[in-house]
Each structure stands twice: as C-alpha cells, then as structure tokens.
C-alpha cells in the first residue's frame, strides 16, 4: 500500500442539491481544491461524517463544507449535530449561505463554523467565493501535516 497516496487531503461537502454539489466541487476543483467528496444530504452527511473521524486510521478531511437548502434553518442545525466531533477532531466547518445579516453570521460561527462564505446567484461572484474557500483551506492546513 501507497501511504502517501491513502493521506492525500480531501475536503468533505454535505449538500443536499445534487446540482449545486457537483458545481461547487467544480468550482474548487479549478481553483486548486484537493479532492472533494461528496458526503451526501444532511442524514447520509452525518452517518459517514461520524464513520470517518470515529476511525483512528481513516484520512479525516482537511476542510468541511456544509451547504443545506431543505430549510432556512437547516445548516445551523447540521453545524450544532456535529460541532462536538468536529471540533475535537480539529477538522474546521465552513458553510455556504445566501447573504446572512449579522445576527444569523454570529449565531453560524456561535454553532462553531470556522468561517461563512455566501452562495452567490451570479457565476464570477461564485467562482470568487469557491476560491475564497480553497484559500481558506489552505491557510487553516496544520504546519505538522506533511511527512508524518
């Protein structure tokens, strides 16, 4: 087996928008995103979430990205169900959302996300906010990461 090859990075995105899934990743893909696997809606999202960093030896994702449309509610909900196994894991949550006011920006990060990023309706404004993401990503890598 190819260690190196195991322990490549990867973000992880919980959409429940097929579409929108597949355009984002995309999006990061071009901006120079590591590989982005798609964990599904929000129920299939936790499941395989809880999986991975329950597992000692698994490859955890770098990044989480956490874009749910099924309700206005939905990602603050997801972000409290998870917040506890992702903070102590030290993998960082971002969430996309349309444009929020100051009250719903502070209750994202109060729920624990690293970082709110805007889902913008208009395709460059987009692609700014996609490689707003991958240069999150890659300020937020942990220095001791490499050649472990």
Request: proline share 5%; hydrophobic share 45%.
């Amino acid at each position: 087996m190819n260690e190196y090859v195991e322990n490549l990075p990867f973000l992880a995105l919980i959409d429940d928008d097929q579409y929108s899934a597949h355009l984002l990743t995309r999006m990061l893909i071009a901006h120079g995103s590591p590989e982005v696997q798609h964990y599904g809606n929000a129920a299939e999202g936790l499941a395989r979430l809880q999986a991975v960093l329950a597992d000692p030896n698994a490859n955890w994702p770098g990044l989480l990205i956490v874009d749910l449309k099924a309700h206005s509610g939905a990602n603050l909900e997801f972000l409290a169900s998870i917040q506890p196994l992702a903070h102590q894991k030290g993998v960082p949550v971002v969430v996309m959302t349309q444009a929020p006011d100051r009250d719903q920006r502070d209750a994202f990060y109060d729920a624990g996300a690293a970082s709110v990023f805007i889902r913008q309706p208009e395709l460059d404004a987009y692609r700014r906010e996609a490689a707003g993401i991958v240069s999150f990503w890659a300020r937020s890598q942990r220095l001791d990461a490499v050649g472990m």
